[in-house]
C-alpha cells in the first residue's frame, strides 16, 4: 500500500445561522487557507462533498470549483455523501500512483431549509419515505432500542452531551452550546428519549484537507498523519431487518482498518446513543479520548463533519498530543454507513 497522508486541515468557525452569504463564499476562505498553509496552488486531485438537495439545485456542487479558479482545467470528482468518502476516492486515487497530492473538501449549509424533511430523502422512497418519518424520529427509536438492550439510562446519554459541548467550548471552530443542565429550552423531549441535548445542531460550515504521498507528504507536514488503514461499509437500507441496538458495519470497518491501540477517536456521532454504539462497536476503552473538538454534537455541518472528525484526529498527530487516532464518518439512518479512517506519526508503509 502506498503511504498517504493528511498533510493539512482547515475547517470554518461553524455557525448555527444563516450568515447570509452563499457556499461559494463560505468555501473559499477555506480553500484560500489550505493552499497557503501547504504552498500549493494547484493539486493532482480534487474531490468535493456535498448535497444538492441543501442546496436547492442540481449539480450545486459546480459553483464551489469556482473557487479553486477556472483556469487551466483540473481533474476533479465529486461525491453526494460526506466529504469523508470524498477523502476516501482521493486515497484510492492516490494508491494508482498517478499523483501525489489531493484537494478534498465538503460543505453544506443546513440553515437555509428543513434538514429533518431534506434528510428524509434518503430513505427508501417506496416503503419508508411515504411514512413521513425523520431522521431524529429513526433516532429515537435506535436509542430507545438501544437503551433497553445495554441498560443505559438518559442521564448515561447526558453525560455524553455534557462532555461533548464542554470540548466543544474550548474548541474556537464549534458553537459553543450550553452544558444541559442550564438549557431550560431543551429539557423537554425532542423525540423521546431524545432532548434537545442529545441531537446534534444545524450547522452550517466548510472544511477541506489536503493528502499527500510519500516524499511529498514529508516535505508538505513535518508531522503528516498517516493513514494506515481505511475502510468503508455499509448496512441495508431497510431499518426492519436491521439490528439497530449495534453497528455491524462499523465494526467491520474498524477491524478492516485496524482500529487498535487508539488513543483519541473522533466519532461522527449525531446522536448521544451514537457515541456508546459506536465505542463498543469500534472496541474504544476507557482509557480512549472521545471527541476532544466537541464532536458533531458541538457542530455539525453536514457534509463536512465526518471530513471533519478525520481532519481533528489528523491534527492531533500534527500536534504531537497524539501518536495513533482514529476518525470515523457516518452517513444514512441510524449510522447505516461507517467510514473508519486510522492515522499514526509513524510511516510503516
Same mark, same amino acid.
Given at each position: 500500500?502506498?503511504?498517504?497522508?493528511?498533510?493539512?486541515?482547515?475547517?470554518?468557525?461553524?455557525?448555527?445561522?444563516?450568515?447570509?452569504?452563499?457556499?461559494?463564499?463560505?468555501?473559499?476562505?477555506?480553500?484560500?487557507?489550505?493552499?497557503?498553509?501547504?504552498?500549493?496552488?494547484?493539486?493532482?486531485?480534487?474531490?468535493?462533498?456535498?448535497?444538492? /438537495?441543501?442546496?436547492?439545485?442540481?449539480?450545486?456542487?459546480?459553483?464551489?470549483?469556482?473557487?479553486?479558479?477556472?483556469?487551466?482545467?483540473?481533474?476533479?470528482?465529486?461525491?453526494?455523501?460526506?466529504?469523508?468518502?470524498?477523502? /476516501?476516492?482521493?486515497?484510492?486515487?492516490?494508491?494508482?500512483?498517478?499523483?501525489?497530492?489531493?484537494?478534498? /473538501?465538503?460543505?453544506?449549509?443546513?440553515?437555509?431549509?428543513?434538514?429533518?424533511?431534506?434528510?428524509?430523502?434518503?430513505?427508501?422512497?417506496?416503503?419508508?419515505?411515504?411514512?413521513?418519518?425523520?431522521?431524529?424520529?429513526?433516532?429515537?427509536?435506535?436509542?430507545?432500542? /438501544?437503551?433497553?438492550?445495554?441498560?443505559?439510562?438518559?442521564?448515561?446519554?447526558?453525560?455524553?452531551?455534557?462532555?461533548?459541548?464542554?470540548?466543544?467550548?474550548?474548541?474556537?471552530?464549534?458553537?459553543?452550546?450550553?452544558?444541559?443542565?442550564?438549557?431550560?429550552?431543551?429539557?423537554?423531549?425532542?423525540?423521546?428519549?431524545?432532548?434537545?441535548?442529545?441531537?446534534?445542531?444545524?450547522?452550517?460550515?466548510?472544511?477541506?484537507?489536503?493528502?499527500?504521498?510519500?516524499?511529498?507528504?514529508?516535505?508538505?507536514?513535518?508531522?503528516?498523519?498517516?493513514?494506515?488503514?481505511?475502510?468503508?461499509?455499509?448496512?441495508?437500507?431497510?431499518?426492519?431487518?436491521?439490528?439497530?441496538?449495534?453497528?455491524?458495519?462499523?465494526?467491520?470497518?474498524?477491524?478492516?482498518?485496524?482500529?487498535?491501540?487508539?488513543?483519541?477517536?473522533?466519532?461522527?456521532?449525531?446522536?448521544?446513543?451514537?457515541?456508546?454504539?459506536?465505542?463498543?462497536?469500534?472496541?474504544?476503552?476507557?482509557?480512549?479520548?472521545?471527541?476532544?473538538?466537541?464532536?458533531?454534537?458541538?457542530?455539525?455541518?453536514?457534509?463536512?463533519?465526518?471530513?471533519?472528525?478525520?481532519?481533528?484526529?489528523?491534527?492531533?498527530?500534527?500536534?504531537?498530543?497524539?501518536?495513533?487516532?482514529?476518525?470515523?464518518?457516518?452517513?444514512?439512518?441510524?449510522?447505516?454507513?461507517?467510514?473508519?479512517?486510522?492515522?499514526?506519526?509513524?510511516?510503516?508503509?
Amino acid at each position: 500500500m502506498r503511504p498517504v497522508a493528511v498533510v493539512a486541515f482547515v475547517q470554518t468557525e461553524h455557525s448555527a445561522e444563516d450568515q447570509g452569504i452563499a457556499e461559494t463564499e463560505m468555501v473559499l476562505p477555506v480553500i484560500n487557507e489550505i493552499k497557503e498553509r501547504t504552498g500549493l496552488s494547484r493539486f493532482g486531485f480534487t474531490c468535493s462533498g456535498s448535497c444538492d /438537495y441543501l442546496q436547492g439545485a442540481p449539480f450545486a456542487f459546480v459553483s464551489a470549483l469556482d473557487t479553486l479558479g477556472a483556469w487551466p482545467p483540473i481533474s476533479e470528482s465529486h461525491v453526494e455523501m460526506d466529504g469523508a468518502w470524498a477523502l /476516501y476516492e482521493a486515497w484510492v486515487k492516490l494508491q494508482i500512483g498517478e499523483i501525489d497530492t489531493a484537494l478534498v /473538501y465538503g460543505f453544506g449549509k443546513s440553515s437555509q431549509g428543513d434538514l429533518r424533511a431534506i434528510m428524509s430523502q434518503q430513505l427508501d422512497p417506496y416503503h419508508l419515505a411515504p411514512l413521513g418519518v425523520d431522521q431524529v424520529s429513526m433516532a429515537a427509536m435506535q436509542a430507545r432500542a /438501544y437503551m433497553e438492550k445495554a441498560g443505559v439510562k438518559e442521564d448515561d446519554l447526558r453525560a455524553v452531551a455534557a462532555r461533548s459541548r464542554e470540548a466543544g467550548r474550548g474548541n474556537p471552530f464549534a458553537l459553543h452550546l450550553p452544558d444541559p443542565a442550564e438549557s431550560a429550552a431543551e429539557q423537554d423531549y425532542d423525540v423521546a428519549p431524545l432532548h434537545g441535548y442529545d441531537v446534534a445542531p444545524v450547522t452550517d460550515g466548510a472544511a477541506a484537507i489536503v493528502l499527500a504521498a510519500g516524499d511529498k507528504a514529508r516535505e508538505l507536514c513535518e508531522r503528516p498523519a498517516w493513514i494506515t488503514g481505511i475502510d468503508h461499509r455499509t448496512e441495508p437500507h431497510s431499518l426492519g431487518v436491521r439490528d439497530l441496538t449495534r453497528s455491524e458495519a462499523a465494526r467491520i470497518a474498524g477491524e478492516k482498518a485496524g482500529a487498535t491501540g487508539i488513543e483519541v477517536a473522533e466519532l461522527h456521532a449525531q446522536f448521544s446513543h451514537e457515541e456508546l454504539i459506536l465505542r463498543e462497536a469500534l472496541g474504544l476503552g476507557d482509557g480512549v479520548t472521545i471527541n476532544p473538538s466537541g464532536g458533531a454534537l458541538s457542530a455539525n455541518p453536514v457534509m463536512a463533519a465526518g471530513l471533519i472528525r478525520i481532519g481533528e484526529a489528523a491534527s492531533r498527530i500534527h500536534d504531537g498530543t497524539a501518536s495513533r487516532t482514529l476518525g470515523h464518518a457516518a452517513s444514512g439512518p441510524c449510522l447505516q454507513q461507517n467510514l473508519v479512517c486510522v492515522l499514526s506519526g509513524e510511516n510503516n508503509g
